[in-house]
């Protein structure tokens, strides 16, 4: 099977500007979770998507958002971006019932604001 | 609350000596854990799970409810060791892994 794909790989954006940041999930998985890694923060839980339905939230401002598509693909934006905002982002996959819980993670993407 | 613990931010070891890198949880129900490992430039990814009670790249971490601990080992340690290593536990509550801060292991030849 192919792994979890991400796009693009790397970003520079400015700040205030949006971004929007893609996420293939393996094929069959019907979850995806998006996390924000730092060196100072570590992995922060962003949200995750189950069947198109957002199931989970973190603790991040409202400018960040996210969707999934029937295809179970994902995208995540954020709007009015800050300096702050600069960090790997990480989506991963998994089947997303109880009892297969496993994450699948993608390369990520580096978003760097400037 | 659920939570979950790795006290040490970074960890230094010779290469051949033991390393363990802790991580402790609270969670009310049954916990279910993991180890991932994210080595440079590459994704992160699982190491082990503690249902499974196996052994990858001879790492091994037992589950003690007792002490709320799920603490990863390895006898001898190798410079290809040197990582990035979370622990997570799985949330049956919400479908989530809640993760730790990460531990930085570095193997010094």
């Known amino acids: 099977k192919a792994g979890v794909t991400q796009t693009p790989r790397y970003l520079i954006k400015t700040r205030g500007q949006q971004v929007t940041l893609s996420c293939s999930p393996i094929?069959?998985?019907?979850?995806v979770s998006w996390y924000q890694q730092t060196p100072g923060q570590g992995l922060q839980f962003l949200f995750e998507y189950f069947s198109e339905t957002q199931r989970n939230k973190g603790n991040f401002p409202g400018r960040f958002s996210g969707r999934q598509f029937s295809n179970s693909r994902s995208e995540m934006n954020v709007s009015t971006l800050e300096l702050g905002d600069s960090a790997l982002y990480l989506c991963a996959s998994s089947l997303g019932d109880r009892n297969s819980y496993e994450q699948y993670f993608g390369p990520g993407t580096r978003l760097t604001v400037t | 609350a659920q939570r979950v613990t790795q006290p040490e931010k970074l960890l230094s070891v010779f290469k051949g000596a033991p390393v363990e890198l802790k991580c402790n949880y609270s969670?009310?129900?049954?916990?279910?854990l993991f180890w991932y490992v994210q080595y440079s430039r590459q994704r992160l990814q699982l190491l082990l799970r503690?249902?499974?009670?196996?052994s990858i790249k001879g790492f091994t971490a037992d589950l003690n409810k007792g002490e709320t601990s799920f603490h990863l080992k390895k006898p001898f340690a190798q410079e290809e060791d040197s990582a990035m290593y979370y622990c997570a536990l799985h949330s049956d509550s919400n479908y989530q892994l809640i993760w730790g801060a990460g531990t930085k292991l570095i193997i010094k030849p």
């Open positions: 969670y009310s129900g049954s916990p279910e």
């Open positions: 503690h249902i499974s009670r196996e």
């Open positions: 094929s069959g998985h019907r979850s």
